[in-house]
T-cell receptor, first 114, second 120 residues
Framework: KQEVTQIPAALSVPEGENLVLNCSFTDSAIYNLQWFRQDPGKGLTSLLLIQSSQREQTSGRLNASLDKSSGRSTLYIAASQPGDSATYLCAVMNYGGSQGNLIFGKGTKLSVKP | GAVVSQHPSWVICKSGTSVKIECRSLDFQATTMFWYRQFPKQSLMLMATSNEGSKATYEQGVEKDKFLINHASLTLSTLTVTSAHPEDSSFYIC????????????????FGPGTRLTVL
């Protein structure tokens, strides 16, 4: 059974710092991995999607890497801003099981202090 | 583009009543919609997958008679929590995918803003 773990559960940094969020998954047979952002009481915004054949994806100040064989992904946020404060969720889509079934981690709650 | 809305954004109801939550894709046709549930400080968990015009597929452990899903059109899916109890209190989020590419695992899901259900 696929399990997704995110470390740390919470992170507080001063504005301007570069930071790394970690995601690990137990079953490397995945189609893709996504990073989402969730603001309090809100839905999810997809940040980056990495197909299993890819190693990384970049969007603006965000860079996500994928090492499928070791079951790890990292989300790198450069020059963090207070507006980056949110919960970041990692999710994988498995082979087998329900089609389109995303398996989520519990998230990392990020707070960027001005 | 790719906006998904949910209504209501929050609802409080008495134990034993039924609550209907709507999920709409505003600017695209969604062949497939998904319903997730999120308990506090827990992961989102997929409850069911619905395809327009057919019966929903429920995940293991989700009671299909309690959580009724209807996907009557390409832009609307509804989740009805029947005979709600306090343990059903949760954050319910839907997502929608453009078309059958989700079955090829290449399409992304677009998420609604969620509905906070509190059962007293």
């Amino acid at each position: 059974k696929q399990e997704v773990t995110q470390i740390p559960a919470a992170l507080s940094v001063p504005e301007g710092e570069n930071l790394v969020l970690n995601c690990s998954f137990t079953d490397s047979a995945i189609y893709n991995l996504q990073w989402f952002r969730q603001d309090p009481g809100k839905g999810l915004t997809s940040l980056l999607l990495i197909q299993s054949s890819q190693r990384e994806q970049t969007s603006g100040r965000l860079n996500a890497s994928l090492d499928k064989s070791s079951g790890r992904s990292t989300l790198y946020i450069a020059a963090s801003q207070p507006g980056d404060s949110a919960t970041y969720l990692c999710a994988v889509m498995n082979y087998g099981g329900s089609q389109g079934n995303l398996i989520f981690g519990k998230g990392t709650k990020l707070s960027v202090k001005p | 583009g790719a906006v998904v809305s949910q209504h209501p954004s929050w609802v409080i109801c008495k134990s034993g009543t039924s609550v209907k939550i709507e999920c709409r894709s505003l600017d695209f046709q969604a062949t497939t919609m998904f319903w997730y549930r999120q308990f506090p400080k827990q992961s989102l968990m997929l409850m069911a997958t619905s395809n327009e015009g057919s019966k929903a597929t429920y995940e293991q452990g989700v009671e299909k008679d309690k959580f009724l899903i209807n996907h009557a059109s390409l832009t609307l899916s509804t989740l009805t929590v029947t005979s709600a109890h306090p343990e059903d209190s949760s954050f319910y989020i839907c997502s929608a995918s453009h078309d059958d590419r989700v079955w090829a695992h290449t399409d992304t899901q677009y998420f609604g803003p969620g509905t906070r259900l509190t059962v007293l």
